[in-house]
């Protein structure tokens, strides 16, 4: 079955440290994307990219850093300039929204400091 | 820009009872709306979808949203609560023909349900 496979589930982060979220999709989307959750906030981009070596920063993108080498494949650094990671990350893909093709979201990693 | 408010951080509502999570919307143009549902660590998954064919549009798990432009709004009811439908659901919206314009998401809402 298609679909996008976020890992590791669990993730813990020392200081100082950089750590890299892993997302892997096989539904041939061009578009992929990088979201934080915190209780209460909802959904907060951080990074998103529409096509292979290219990507834009969303709305809360400092301390994190991305890259689209393949089309499958969109990993999520956070580095140790972020200094509050502990949350929910999700990573998410879609079609274009004209050949009404919804977004599908990964399972999710949760990150914390030790 | 786009965005969207859902009114009600937190609906309780009996087993059996009327499920109604509101959710409005501000776009320059007449937008995709999209209604999801997280249960606990897990991702989103897709309830319904508008897309600019009928304005009711109906989903998954008995869930059905009206898409109301005089009102800017795009409200998700059920007309009978269950116990697994306790999650928190989120409103999202983003504009059409405009490629892979990223969602823009609500608070969200989370929906308990009493036995």
């Known amino acids: 079955d298609g679909g996008i496979t976020q890992s590791p589930k669990y993730l813990f982060r020392k200081e100082g440290q950089n750590v890299t979220l892993s997302c892997e999709q096989n539904l041939n989307h061009d578009a992929m994307y990088w979201y934080r959750q915190d209780p209460g906030q909802g959904l907060r981009l951080i990074y998103y990219s529409q096509i292979v070596n290219d990507f834009q920063k969303g709305d809360i993108a400092e301390g994190y850093s991305v890259s689209r080498e393949k089309k499958e494949s969109f990993p999520l650094t956070v580095t140790s300039a972020q200094k509050n990671p502990t949350a929910f990350y999700l990573c998410?893909?879609?079609?274009?929204?004209?050949?009404?093709?919804?977004?599908?979201f990964g399972d999710g990693t949760r990150l914390s400091i030790l | 820009a786009q965005s969207v408010t859902q009114l009600g951080s937190h609906v309780s509502v009996s087993e059996g009872a009327l499920v109604l999570l509101r959710c409005n919307y501000s776009?320059?143009?007449?937008?995709?709306l999209f209604w999801y549902v997280q249960y606990p660590n897990q991702g989103l998954q897709l309830l319904l979808k508008?897309?600019?064919?009928?304005?009711l549009v109906k989903g998954i798990n008995g869930f059905e949203a009206e898409f109301k432009k005089s009102e800017t709004s795009f409200h998700l009811t059920k007309p009978s609560a269950h116990m697994s439908d306790a999650a928190e659901y989120f409103c999202a919206v983003t504009l059409p023909n405009s490629g892979n314009t990223p969602l823009v998401f609500g608070k969200g809402t989370r929906l308990s349900v009493i036995a």
């Open positions: 776009s320059s143009v007449p937008p995709y």
């Open positions: 508008y897309t600019s064919a009928a304005t």
């Open positions: 998410a893909s879609n079609g274009r929204w004209e050949f009404n093709q919804p977004q599908h």
